[in-house]
């Protein structure tokens, strides 16, 4: 993580010290055996949700849901 701070703020970052560590139990939702890896963003007509819920569970799950949902409200107005 360094190593990339380090490219991403073009600055050496050796002498930069850790402030904190914390520990979010629960921070993620459930994702039992078998669990889809997708569901539904839309719920209802003109009614859409997205979340880490709506995709694998983590980050870059829930920015996923955002595009999918995003792309199911245009495709939505454009037939409309």
Request: charged residues 20%; contains cysteine; positive net charge.
């Amino acid at each position: 993580m360094r190593h990339r701070l380090s490219r991403v703020h073009d600055t050496d970052n050796r002498a930069w010290e850790l402030i904190g560590t914390y520990a979010i139990p629960r921070a993620l939702p459930a994702f039992p055996p078998g669990a889809p890896l997708r569901r539904p963003v839309r719920l209802a007509p003109g009614r859409y949700g997205c979340g880490d819920h709506r995709d694998t569970p983590s980050a870059q799950g829930a920015l996923v849901s955002g595009e999918r949902a995003a792309a199911a409200v245009l495709s939505d107005l454009v037939a409309a």
